[in-house]
Each structure stands twice: as C-alpha cells, then as structure tokens.
C-alpha cells in the first residue's frame, strides 16, 4: 500500500520568513496530493491540493509543487503570519474513478511561527 | 459555508461496550469517509462509503466495526465491542463524486474507552 514520508516534524519560523515542508510517496498510482491544517481541538481543514497532471499551484500565500518522477511534493508558505501555526499534513491519494478515495496521511509537521 | 457535523464532540465508554458514532455529511457529497487519528499520530484512514455500499476499507476496519447510512443526512460508525485501544478521534469527512477528490473532515469525536 502507499506509504507518505513527512519532514520535518517540526518547524519554527521567524513571522514574516518562508516555511516549506516536504512530502514522500511509495505509489506511483497516487495522483492526488491534498494539504490539511489542523489547529488544536480540530478536524483537519483542506488548504490546498494539486493532482499528477500539474506541477505547481498557488493560493495566496500558499502553494505546492509535485514532481511526479521523483514522487515528492512540498507545501510552500510564504509571509508567514501567527496563525498560521498548527500541523500540517499531507496526504496521496490514488483519486480514480474507481472509488480507491482512501487518503494517506504523513505525519503531520508542527508550525510554529515566532511574532 | 456547508460543513461536515459529528457528535458526540467527546464519548466516554467502559471496554466491551458499543458506541455510535454519528455524522452529518455535506449535504450534496455522495462519498461518506471515516478516519481515526491516535493522539499524537497520523490521521487513518478506516472506511469509505458511496451508493449504500463499502468502497474501501482498511485493515483497521475488523468485523468489530460497521457504518450505515440510516437516512438521508446521517452516516454513522459503530464499534461493537470496544476495546481500549479503540481510543481515539474519529473524524468523519465526505466528498463529491467525478474529479471531485476533496475531502472536507468534521470536527471529530474523542472517543475515550475506559
């Protein structure tokens, strides 16, 4: 089954300074790759995702890019702001027609951003 | 903003007992998801569900557990026989159907078996 390789665990930034976190998958069937912020007490909430037929994609301060060959994928926040600080996860998913929905998830990296 | 609802927030149950968990879906998703996530683990995937039947399910998902559909809105887990280990937050999410992949979670349950 797919297996997704999270790092780091933990990151602290500066505000204001850019935070990346990088993600690992075993399955070459993979080809959707969603990103979830989850803050303390909460389900995971849906920021960003990005399918195998493009590299890169940006939301505001957000983005992430996948490089299919190598199978990795990585979550960019730029200008990062107090809020933003939570755990990030990210997870693969096969996405296909025929129902193998389930996600994979990595383990989770802990924000925190410095004021 | 639709969302996906749960309750219990908080289910405190005694080993060998049964417990429901219930959620309430986005209203025009058809695919109906439930994960569980280990204090300070990853987030596990255990079942999903489209047209009234299983999907997928995952190794976690033994003869202990079952998910229904009971009405319109509700999607439900149920845990036969809880174990102490079954300890945990259960989340429940639900998606669209085509190329619609997203997965919108709830808030979750803590179900704490004692």
């Known amino acids: 089954g797919e297996n997704v390789e999270q790092h780091p665990s933990t990151l602290s930034v500066q505000e204001g300074d850019s935070a990346v976190i990088k993600c690992t998958y075993s399955?070459?069937?993979?080809?959707?790759f969603p990103w979830y912020k989850q803050e303390l007490g909460k389900g995971p909430q849906l920021i960003i995702d990005?399918?195998?037929?493009?590299g890169e994609k940006k939301d505001q301060r957000i983005a992430v890019t996948l490089n299919k060959t190598a199978k990795h994928f990585s979550l960019h926040i730029t200008e990062t702001q107090p809020e933003d600080s939570a755990v990030y996860f990210c997870?693969?998913?096969?996405?296909?027609?025929?129902?193998?929905?389930?996600?994979?998830f990595g383990s989770g990296t802990r924000l925190q951003v410095q004021p | 903003e639709p969302e996906v609802t749960q309750t219990p927030s908080h289910q405190v149950t005694q080993m060998g007992q049964e417990v429901i968990l219930r959620c309430v879906p986005i209203?025009?998703?058809?695919?109906f998801y439930w994960y569980r996530q280990i204090l300070g683990q990853k987030v596990e995937f255990l079942v999903s569900?489209?047209?009234?039947?299983?999907?997928?399910k995952s190794e976690i998902f033994d003869d202990q557990f079952s998910v229904e559909r009971p009405d319109g809105s509700n999607f439900t887990l149920k845990i036969r026989s809880t174990k102490l280990e079954d300890s945990a937050m259960y989340f429940c999410?639900?998606?669209?159907?085509?190329?619609?992949?997203?997965?919108?979670f709830g808030p979750g349950t803590r179900l704490t078996v004692t």
């Open positions: 999410a639900s998606s669209g159907t085509g190329r619609n992949y997203e997965q919108y």
């Open positions: 399955d070459s069937a993979s080809n959707y």
């Open positions: 990005i399918r195998s037929n493009v």
């Open positions: 997870a693969a998913s096969p996405g296909d027609y025929t129902g193998r929905r389930a996600l994979t």
């Open positions: 209203s025009n998703h058809l695919y």
């Open positions: 569900f489209y047209n009234n039947e299983i999907s997928e």
